[in-house]
C-alpha cells in the first residue's frame, strides 16, 4: 500500500489531497474523495457562515473519513474558522495570507493546518507560524497561483526549506506518474484540483469539465488580473474560452478598459440569495449560475493534457494509486535489472 507520512498524520490511506477549488469543490466530491481513502477538501471562502454549516453538515452525512476546509485569508470574515473548529474540522486548508493568528486556535480544538504556498519564503514563514503542512504550489497550476516557480524546481526547495514538515505537492500532478515524481522530489502527499474539477461529483457545469477534458495545457493562459472583480491583483490560470478570447483580440487591456466592463453577464442564486454577475468575476461556475458560461472563467491548470475522461472521483482516487504503484515497481525493476557485462 502507498502511504507516507502525510497518511498517518492524517489519518488516511493514499496521499492524495482534491484541493478546494471553490463552491465546485463541494460536499459530493469532498465525501467521494474521503471515502476513497483521499483527503476530500471542501471549498468555502466567501460562504456565509449558516451556509458553511450546511456544507459541513452534508460532508458528515456522506463521510466518516477524515475531510478539510479551504478558506482564503486575505479577506476572512470573524465566523467562518471558527465554525469550522466547532463543527470538529479535521483540517484547514489556507491560502493566501497569514496563517499564524490561527494555528493555535485550530490545534486548541484538535484540527491540523495546512497552507499553500508559492515560495521558499512563504513556505519558511508557514512553518514559523506552526502549520501541520505545506503545500507547495507550481505555476502550472490552475486558478488563482500564488508563485512564479514550476513545481519541479519549487517543491524540493521547499522541502529542504521545511525539513520538519510534510509537503504536498500542487500544480502539474493528474495521474499516478505525477504522484510519483512528486514523491521523488520530497514530497509526503498531492494537492490536485483540475483532475476533480473534471469528476462526475464536481459542482460545476457539464461543459466546463468537457472543456478541461478536451484542453491541453496551450489552451491555459496564465494572466495577472484578468478576471478580478470580487479579488484584485491575484494571478491566475485559465481555459480560453469566448471572454478571453475577446479580451485578448482586444489587445489584452488593462483593468478599466477591458471589452464590456462594468456590464452584467447574469446571476446566481445560492441559498436563497441570488446576485448579480459582473463581467470579470472572479468566481468558480457552478450549476446556480444562470450566466452565459463563456463569459465566467473556467479556472484549470497545465493538466488539462493529462485529463482525458470524467469519472468519478473516487476511482480517480484509486486510478492514481494504481498508476503509482505501477510506476514504483517499473521503476524498481530498472533498479535490479541486471547490468551489461
Not at 258 to 282: C, F, L
Request: charged content about 20%.
Amino acid at each position: 500500500m502507498l502511504k507516507t507520512e502525510l497518511c498517518d498524520r492524517l489519518g488516511i490511506e493514499h496521499p492524495i489531497l482534491s484541493a478546494g477549488f471553490g463552491p465546485g469543490a463541494g460536499p459530493d466530491v469532498v465525501a467521494a474523495v474521503s471515502n476513497a481513502g483521499g483527503c476530500g477538501v471542501l471549498g468555502a471562502s466567501g460562504f456565509s457562515v449558516p451556509y458553511l454549516r450546511e456544507l459541513i453538515g452534508r460532508v458528515r452525512a456522506l463521510t466518516t473519513k477524515p475531510f478539510g476546509v479551504n478558506l482564503i485569508l486575505e479577506d476572512i470574515a470573524e465566523g467562518p474558522i471558527e465554525a469550522c473548529l466547532d463543527a470538529g474540522v479535521p483540517l484547514l486548508v489556507f491560502f493566501w495570507g497569514d496563517p499564524t493568528p490561527y494555528v493555535g486556535p485550530a490545534h486548541a480544538h484538535g484540527a491540523k493546518v495546512a497552507i499553500q504556498v508559492g515560495s521558499v519564503d512563504e513556505a519558511r514563514a508557514a512553518a514559523t507560524a506552526g502549520v501541520d503542512f505545506v503545500i507547495a504550489q507550481g505555476v502550472e497550476a490552475g486558478g488563482h497561483v500564488r508563485g512564479t516557480t514550476a513545481l519541479s524546481v519549487l517543491l524540493p526547495a521547499v522541502v529542504d526549506a521545511v525539513t520538519a514538515i510534510p509537503v504536498l505537492a500542487s500544480g502539474g500532478v493528474a495521474d499516478g506518474r505525477g504522484l510519483v515524481a512528486a514523491l521523488s522530489l520530497g514530497a509526503q502527499g498531492v494537492s490536485m484540483g483540475t483532475r476533480f474539477v473534471a469528476s462526475e461529483e464536481a459542482f460545476v457545469p457539464r461543459l466546463y469539465k468537457e472543456r478541461i477534458v478536451s484542453g491541453v495545457a496551450e489552451d491555459t493562459i496564465y494572466v495577472e488580473d484578468l478576471f478580478n472583480v470580487g479579488w484584485e491583483k491575484a494571478p491566475h490560470r485559465v481555459l480560453r474560452n469566448a471572454i478571453v478570447r475577446e479580451w485578448e483580440a482586444a489587445g489584452k487591456p488593462p483593468v478599466g478598459q477591458r471589452p464590456g466592463e462594468g456590464t452584467t453577464v447574469g446571476s446566481r442564486t445560492r441559498a436563497g440569495q441570488t446576485m448579480a454577475i459582473t463581467k470579470y468575476a472572479s468566481l468558480t461556475p457552478t450549476p446556480e449560475y444562470t450566466s452565459d458560461l463563456e463569459y465566467l472563467p473556467f479556472w484549470a491548470g497545465q493538466t488539462c493534457s493529462l485529463i482525458r475522461d470524467i469519472r468519478p472521483a473516487g476511482q480517480i482516487v484509486h486510478d492514481i494509486v494504481r498508476e503509482a504503484e505501477q510506476v514504483i515497481d517499473r521503476l524498481a525493476r530498472i533498479r535490479t535489472a541486471p547490468q551489461p557485462a
